[in-house]
């Protein structure tokens, strides 16, 4: 490899012991997080997940709650913020390795985070609209039962 490379004036060969310690030493730092990354998700991975959900969709109900005191643009950059987090934890659930037995939880909780995606996408747009934010504001309510249901089944 020294051969593709020409040498830096003033530089050393790379003392082969001292990459072998970093690279041992890297392992020992990343061995212990490998095998989470390689297992299945199991229930409590996934009731942390439901809880993130349910703080997102308090947020969502806090921020149409704010809107007659807030500007259009905050409203929708929020809003859109929110959405976008819920889109982010459908994808991460979608594509995520689950344990059999939490399979349906993990379904259950993709749909919710995609609808909270959906809803948050339509009141970005609904800012004057009183009617379509009170339809939407009542979606998101049935969202947050369905969330507190489900961390109930599971306590």
């Known amino acids: 490899m020294n051969a593709l490379l020409p040498r830096l ?11 072998a310690a970093f690279l041992v030493l890297g392992l020992a730092l990343l061995a212990p997080s490998l095998p989470g990354v390689f297992e299945p998700t199991d229930q409590d991975a996934l009731a942390n997940t439901r809880d993130t959900l349910e703080s997102e969709v308090r947020q969502v109900l806090t921020t149409i709650d704010a809107r007659p005191r807030t ?28 344990q059999p037995q939490a399979a349906r939880l993990r379904d259950t909780l993709a749909k919710v985070a995609d609808d909270l995606a959906s809803v948050a996408e339509e009141l970005t747009t609904a800012y004057g609209d009183d009617a ?24």
Do not use: C, K
């Open 71 to 98: 500007t259009e643009m905050y409203f929708r950059t929020a809003i859109e913020d929110l959405g976008d987090r819920a889109e982010g934890i459908h994808g991460e659930l979608a594509h995520r390795d689950v």
């Open 132 to 155: 379509a934010i009170a339809e939407d504001r009542s979606r998101v309510e049935d969202l947050r039962t369905q969330l507190e249901s489900l961390g109930s089944a599971q306590s």
């Open 9 to 19: 004036p003033g530089s050393e060969p790379l003392d082969r012991r001292i990459a």
